[in-house]
């Protein structure tokens, strides 16, 4: 019987997040998700509309400086020079932490040297400017939608037909083989984009 590797304590905004954070770790045999101090790397996950750093500082005094990996919405410079400083190996976006990548990451992180704010930077944009996930105006439709409106107050807002309205989400749904406008909604929410 293997035995972990690595003892990874998560800590997030939300119990869901966690829930969900757990459940991607537990997939890696070298990895246990810990409770506490003793941790060998941290994973903070931020609220992705959130410039400030709450879970990881929350993290920071519960564990002391523990070599982590940050997944956050985009951060001003002073978070990044505070994501370094608090042991920061990598800073993932919200639509970059698919499981593969985390437990990689994560598991990078543990014998990684300490970062610059800088490095971090460069490394979030880098994962930012990949292929865009929605265009502008899908964003806007979604976000709209999320807001709990129909087909006609969003081109009304918009100030586009119905018709437009609905291609622009047809598009959007078969391009990224999505089912209907919750899992639209959901995957942009996911991406930090509404």
Not at 73 to 93: I, Q, W
Not at 141 to 158: F, P, Q, S, Y
Not at 172 to 179: D, S, T, V
């Amino acid at each position: 019987m293997n035995t972990p590797d690595i003892r990874v304590a998560v800590y997030a905004a939300d119990p869901l997040t966690t829930a969900g954070l757990i459940g991607i770790l537990s997939q890696a045999a070298t990895l246990e998700v810990a409770a506490g101090r003793g941790a060998d790397v941290l994973v903070a996950a931020e609220d992705p509309a959130g410039r400030e750093l709450p879970v990881l500082r929350r993290a920071v005094a519960e564990l002391g400086a523990v070599p982590g990996v940050l997944i956050a919405g985009p951060l001003p410079p002073s978070g990044h020079r505070s994501a370094a400083d608090a042991g920061v190996r990598c800073l993932l976006p919200h639509r970059a932490a698919r499981p593969e990548r985390l437990i990689a990451e994560v598991t990078a992180a543990r014998s990684a040297a300490a970062t610059s704010a800088g490095r971090l930077a460069a490394g979030y944009d880098a994962l930012v400017e990949g292929p865009a996930l929605f265009h502008e105006r899908e964003i806007s439709v979604l976000r709209l939608i999320a807001e709990g409106k129909d087909t006609a107050e969003i081109g009304a807002a918009m100030g586009y037909s119905q018709r437009t309205v609905k291609n622009i989400l047809h598009h959007a749904q078969r391009r990224l083989a999505l089912r209907n406008r919750a899992e639209a909604v959901a995957e942009a929410i996911r991406a930090g984009l509404i």
